[in-house]
């Protein structure tokens, strides 16, 4: 009995880990996310690849702008100001969770007008606002774009986007976003994917590893968790390592555009017959010219030679899939039947149609 009861227990602990995942894998704590940031700047230098004067009115008048403020005054002059190697450029970037002023983070850059390239330039100093509407990084660099272009008289060459580029640690943060841990009597996990099951297990769990009553599910999307007397990073880090099984609602998406089929594995068919088959009907012209004797006083025409052909693929006989099939037996069943993934788009909608198909079906 020990030998069995060791033999069991081995073989569920290789099994766990294919049916399992961590807490952290699937649910995030409420509170510590990304911030976006936004802002408007100037890449210079670029080799007159950059805005032309009569079209982008706006990276004019910035840079007339940011040369007043260094002391240079170019309104008398503004008509003959060349901006072909300046770019404005929209500067967007993600302020990390617990980022404290000094640390760095990247950056990208977007081209706003019609410069052709960023490649070679430098973007100036660009302030980059929060949602709040306060500056939270500065950033500045030479940018990257990672793309070749090149253009001849009568051809040219582009490989990936020159107008896009990025900065690798191109910003400087300036404001940290508050988040404290400590002092909380609560902390909500939120799960990436809401579903009423998961949600209970993974507050099982936790109850399983830390007590009873530590863990609440208060919605399909929401864990409550009870931090009083804990310390928060060793709670946290001991959660997150935790092992759950996660549920999912049987679903089929189908990508009409592509021809893409995903299903999961909760999909079931029940017994079913499926017949599939197309008719194609060919039609060739092969016109033929009709010439008369050299003597003969007729006229040279043309006669038509058509052929048709129909296909009616009766060599495809019906298919019965049984009821309660896994999906691996319902790609295979449906293979059978030599149809392909935009047969398959029909076929599954005829499934669905019929009321066999024991799953949601999203086209996209």
Do not use: C
């Not at 980022?99 to 410069?115: E, F, K």
């Not at 660099?141 to 640690?169: H, K, L, M, N, Y």
């Not at 841990?181 to 009423?196: Q, T």
């Amino acid at each position: 009995m020990k030998t069995l009861a060791l033999l069991a227990g081995l073989l569920l602990a290789q099994e766990a880990p294919a049916q399992s995942v961590r807490i952290k894998d699937i649910a995030d704590v409420e509170g510590v996310r990304d911030n976006q940031l936004v802002g408007y700047g100037l890449v210079v230098g670029l080799p007159g690849t950059g805005d032309r004067l009569r079209n982008a009115i706006f990276t004019r008048q910035s840079l007339i702008g940011m040369l007043e403020r260094l002391g240079v005054n170019t309104r008398d002059n503004e008509a003959r100001l060349d901006t072909r190697n300046v770019a404005a450029v929209m500067v967007t970037a993600n302020l990390p969770a617990f980022a404290q002023s000094g640390s760095r983070i990247d950056v990208a850059v977007s081209s706003m007008g019609d410069a052709t390239s960023l490649t070679g330039g430098t973007l100036l100093v660009t302030p980059l606002l929060g949602a709040d509407g306060a500056v939270y990084a500065v950033a500045q660099g030479a940018v990257a774009t990672g793309a070749i272009a090149a253009r001849g008289a009568g051809a040219s060459v582009a490989r990936g986007v020159p107008t896009a580029a990025r900065i690798s640690s191109g910003a400087i943060v300036e404001r940290a976003i508050p988040y404290n841990l400590a002092g909380r009597d609560y902390l909500r996990l939120s799960l990436r994917n809401p579903d009423f099951t998961t949600a209970e297990r993974i507050a099982q769990a936790i109850n399983r590893a830390h007590g009873g009553g530590t863990a609440r599910a208060t919605d399909p999307r929401t864990v409550l968790l009870a931090l009083r007397g804990r310390d928060p990073m060793g709670f946290v880090t001991g959660v997150e390592r935790l092992r759950v099984e996660p549920d999912q609602v049987a679903r089929v998406i189908i990508e009409e555009a592509s021809g893409t089929i995903v299903m999961g594995s909760s999909v079931r068919v029940s017994t079913v017959a499926i017949a599939q088959g197309n008719l194609t009907i060919r039609i060739t012209e092969t016109p033929q010219v009709s010439q008369p004797n050299a003597f003969a006083g007729g006229t040279t025409t043309t006669v038509p030679r058509t052929q048709i052909e129909v296909d009616d693929q009766s060599e495809r006989r019906m298919g019965v899939l049984q009821g309660g099939v896994t999906l691996d037996q319902l790609v295979r069943g449906l293979n059978s039947l030599g149809v392909g993934p935009r047969d398959l788009i029909t076929i599954l909608q005829s499934v669905k149609a019929a009321g066999a198909l024991q799953a949601e079906l999203e086209v996209r």
